[in-house]
T-cell receptor, first 111, second 112 residues
Framework: TQLLEQSPQFLSIQEGENLTVYCNSSSVFSSLQWYRQEPGEGPVLLVTVVTGGEVKKLKRLTFQFGDARKDSSLHITAAQPGDTGLYLCAGAGDSWGKLQFGAGTQVVVTP | GAVVSQHPSWVICKSGTSVKIECRSLDFQATTMFWYRQFPKQSLMLMATSNEGSKATYEQGVEKDKFLINHASLTLSTLTVTSAHPEDSSFYIC????????FGPGTRLTVL
């Protein structure tokens, strides 16, 4: 089993501040996904990173995949209350289609 | 991506009864779907892989006779929780596997 460790578990910041969420593993993943989930809803895909060292930007969100494809980070610039949610990283490994999920990071952005 | 729906969105049942949850892929023919369970303030836990036209593959510790999965078409997979008990109360989410996984909106099950 490929274990994905996500940190921090909880993050509370004020609107306008920046934040970074980390996702680390000792295993190599063929791809890594980031999802955001709001209460009572299913996770929504934010991005998929595939290539080691890859950086993807989605408006104020920046995603990075480590060179060795074992870790990833999500950075949010100038956070807004709408960024509040549970952020989940998920890695795809050797079993086709199956994802290994991190424990999640609950982000709360207060006005 | 794929658009996925679930029905019902929430259900309350009595202990000992069975509950069926449907997962539909609205715009993609899905040979593989996944079923997850999520407890409050926790991440998703994979229960089983649903394969169209064949038996589902269950994760270790998940009782296949209690959580019956049927994937009879490329657009529909069902999860039936048999003889439900209060400890089965949870948020059940399905996903469709394409280039990655796209999730349904989830079903909140409460067993009294």
């Amino acid at each position: 089993t490929q274990l994905l460790e996500q940190s921090p578990q909880f993050l509370s910041i004020q609107e306008g501040e920046n934040l970074t969420v980390y996702c680390n593993s000792s295993s190599v993943f063929s791809s890594l996904q980031w999802y955001r989930q709001e209460p009572g809803e299913g996770p929504v895909l934010l991005v998929t990173v595939v290539t080691g060292g890859e950086v993807k930007k989605l408006k104020r969100l920046t995603f990075q995949f480590g060179d060795a494809r074992k870790d990833s980070s999500l950075h949010i610039t100038a956070a807004q209350p709408g960024d509040t949610g549970l952020y989940l990283c998920a890695g795809a490994g050797d079993s086709w289609g199956k994802l290994q999920f991190g424990a999640g990071t609950q982000v709360v952005v207060t006005p | 991506g794929a658009v996925v729906s679930q029905h019902p969105s929430w259900v309350i049942c009595k202990s000992g009864t069975s509950v069926k949850i449907e997962c539909r892929s609205l715009d993609f023919q899905a040979t593989t779907m996944f079923w997850y369970r999520q407890f409050p303030k926790q991440s998703l836990m994979l229960m089983a892989t649903s394969n169209e036209g064949s038996k589902a593959t269950y994760e270790q510790g998940v009782e296949k006779d209690k959580f019956l999965i049927n994937h009879a078409s490329l657009t529909l997979s069902t999860l039936t929780v048999t003889s439900a008990h209060p400890e089965d109360s949870s948020f059940y989410i399905c996903s469709v596997a394409t280039d990655t996984q796209y999730f349904g909106p989830g079903t909140r099950l409460t067993v009294l």
